[in-house]
């Protein structure tokens, strides 16, 4: 995430803090009075990040905003006694898994209810066909975050 604060004249400080955590603080630059950037990693699930900045008049503006912080599903396969096992893991909640095997598709929400798998961790088990096997899998997290991986195996 970045956080840019700009002021027509001068910026004396800004400060920013997560939820209730203790603030950081950075002074406005000689070589860049008008503007002050950082950039902060958004920590991981629901939070609240405030941001204040001061210009040298003394005149504060404050904003809050809500990020949630999420990575990408992943995505293991690996073969197992003329299956493939396709192995999807998120921090949050998996919502969905597609995958096509050979031009044939599947979908954990074929009717695409938009319910969610509630889970962390979710495995599909596919038969492989003699000869050429590609795979094209996607996983969906809750957040709407998703992960793609193409493989192909020959059996």
Not at 104 to 126: I, P, R
Request: hydrophobic content about 30%; some cysteine.
């Amino acid at each position: 995430l970045k956080i840019v604060a700009k002021d027509e004249t001068a910026l004396e400080y800004i400060y920013y803090y997560w939820n209730e955590e203790d603030e950081t603080k950075l002074e406005a630059r000689e070589e860049s009075p008008k503007q002050i950037e950082e950039k902060i990693s958004i920590l991981k699930g629901e939070n609240v990040l405030t941001v204040i900045a001061v210009d040298k008049e003394g005149n504060e503006t404050k904003v809050e905003q809500t990020y949630i912080g999420a990575t990408k599903p992943t995505i293991e396969v690996f073969e197992e006694e003329g299956y493939v096992v396709i192995k999807v893991k998120d921090d949050n909640e998996i919502k969905k898994i597609e995958y096509t095997h050979n031009e044939t598709e599947y979908s954990s929400d074929k009717e695409n209810t938009g319910t969610s798998l509630n889970m962390k961790t979710a495995y599909c088990k596919q038969n492989l066909v003699s000869g050429k096997n590609t795979f094209v899998i996607r996983a969906y997290n809750i957040t709407g975050l998703y992960s793609e991986k193409t493989i192909e195996i020959d059996f």
